[in-house]
């Protein structure tokens, strides 16, 4: 699939996510925020089998091997795997108020995941950078 298809793909699925969430947080839904969060969830559906199938590809790509890129994209399934377990965790306590865990807890996993990709987006900046 070609970037810009990946791109207005993107774009489409949030902004139907968008949609879907002004319509219950306006009160003219009564939905259940699972239904809210689908078009989330099938986003994440689709990257991590397009993970899944990258780590697959490059197994049997012995070049691929050697640069050994399974680390990189392993730490992508796991952020995906982190950003659905917040957001059902989300769902879980929007659903139920008197839920017993705080929205701290909540997002443990986003505080997890948002310090790993700061530190991978500035590994990755010193090893592309010239000077």
Known sequence: ???????LFTWFVFLVFLILLVLRLDMRTQWNWFIVFIPLWIYDFILIVYVIVNIVSSCRN???????PL???GWYALGIVLKMASQIMLCLKLQNPTWPVSVYGIM????????????????????????
Do not use: C, E, G, Q
């Open 71 to 73: 680390r990189n994209k």
């Open 108 to 131: 443990v996993p986003l505080w997890i995941l948002l310090p790993a990709l700061l530190t991978d987006v500035f590994i990755t900046l010193l090893r592309m950078s010239r000077y």
């Open 1 to 7: 699939m070609a970037v810009l298809h990946r791109a």
């Open 62 to 68: 012995v070049h691929d091997r050697i640069w050994n």
